[in-house]
Structures are given as structure tokens and as C-alpha cells.
């Protein structure tokens, strides 16, 4: 079974930076792909940016540029560096992960994720 904790998030001025972070635990080979998701009220749940095991990232259009995923294996820990904050980024945070990886990785959708940490806010003020 695969256990994911996200931290960090918090509230910012439009501009800021945060940086979230994913604590996994579980066997490595159930969390190959893993990913960002971000869900505001009202809207339905988003996929932000994902990795899979080799490293190849993908990114949302919308905040390439702005934000990097990137993983300390040692650590098993997941993160999500956001700069450039807009008020359009406020959401609640998600952490995902499934066994599926390879290039197949960096298009999935929420659907496919089985495993899902509790969340954690982002709010940005402008």
C-alpha cells in the first residue's frame, strides 16, 4: 500500500513562492508515475505536472515555466516548486500516484491515479 502526505502550502501575495511537498511511503514500484493535481471550488480536479521514474516531466500549460516538479528518491519524498504565484493558482493540492510509468506517465489523467494524499491549500491574494 502506497501512503502519500502532502506539506506546504499556505498563503501568498500574487508573485510568491511556495514549495509543496509529497511524503511517500510504500513500495517504490506502485508509485512509478506520480503527479500534482489541483482542484478550486467549483471545478473539477487538474492535473499540474507529473513525473514518471526515469525523470521526464510533463507540465499544464498553465504553469509551465512557473512551476517543477522534482523528487528526492532517498528521501521518498515528492515536490512541486511554485514561483510566480497568480491568484488564478489557488486550489487545493493534491499528490497522486499510480504503478503505471513510462512515457504514457506524463499524459494521465486524474482517473488513473490510485493512490491520493489529504491535500493541502494554496491561497494567493492579489
Known amino acids: 500500500q502506497v501512503q502519500l502526505v502532502e506539506s506546504g502550502g499556505g498563503s501568498v501575495q500574487s508573485g510568491g513562492s511556495l514549495r509543496l511537498s509529497c511524503a511517500a511511503s510504500?513500495?517504490?514500484?506502485?508509485?512509478?508515475?506520480m503527479g500534482w493535481f489541483r482542484q478550486a471550488p467549483g471545478s473539477e480536479r487538474e492535473g499540474v505536472a507529473r513525473?514518471?521514474?526515469?525523470?521526464?516531466?510533463s507540465y499544464a500549460d498553465s504553469v509551465k515555466g512557473r512551476f517543477t516538479i522534482f523528487q528526492d528518491n532517498a528521501k521518498n519524498t515528492l515536490y512541486l516548486q511554485m514561483n510566480s504565484l497568480q491568484p488564478d493558482d489557488t486550489a487545493m493540492y493534491y499528490c497522486?500516484?499510480?504503478?503505471?510509468?513510462?512515457?504514457?506517465?506524463?499524459?494521465?489523467?486524474?482517473?488513473?491515479?490510485?493512490?491520493w494524499g489529504q491535500g493541502t491549500q494554496v491561497t494567493v491574494s492579489s
Open positions: 497522486a500516484a499510480t504503478p503505471y510509468g513510462g512515457s504514457l506517465c506524463l499524459n494521465k489523467q486524474a482517473l488513473e491515479y490510485t493512490y
Open positions: 510504500g513500495p517504490y514500484y506502485r508509485r512509478n508515475c
Open positions: 513525473i514518471e521514474s526515469g525523470g521526464r516531466t
